[in-house]
């Protein structure tokens, strides 16, 4: 069974970090493209950031271009998200994603694979 699980998540100050990790089991997406997207209370899920399979090509959303930062271990089947400079506006639970693509794509419709989420909260 895939299971994509996240972590890091919780509360923190407008200004403060995070590191978010998603853990893969149940198969390897050493191959894959993998994203991070969010969704706060009463809006659609929106896309945050994505890597593909070699780490050599990132996209981020705007509103978190300079501040967060994707990343991903292969050998240890593990993505993370690695987010400075927190606003409230960031506030929501977090998702990772992984495509059966190997190229980038901010297109939730390209994701097969979801995590259950991590909430994450800033305050002001």
């Known amino acids: 069974q895939v299971q994509l699980v996240e972590s890091g998540g919780g509360l923190v100050q407008a200004g403060g970090s995070l590191r978010l990790s998603c853990a893969a089991s149940g198969r390897t997406f050493s191959s894959n493209a993998m994203g991070w997207f969010r969704q706060a209370p009463g809006k659609e899920r929106e896309f945050v950031a994505t890597?593909?399979?070699?780490?050599?090509?990132?996209v981020y959303a705007d509103s978190v271009k300079g501040r967060f930062t994707i990343s991903r271990d292969n050998a240890k089947n593990t993505l993370y998200l690695q987010m400075n400079s927190l606003k409230p506006e960031d506030t929501a639970v977090y998702y990772c994603a992984a495509s059966l693509r190997s190229g980038t794509s901010w297109g939730a419709r390209d994701y097969y694979y979801w995590g259950q989420g991590t909430q994450v909260t800033v305050s002001s």
């Open positions: 890597i593909n399979w070699s780490s050599i090509s990132t």
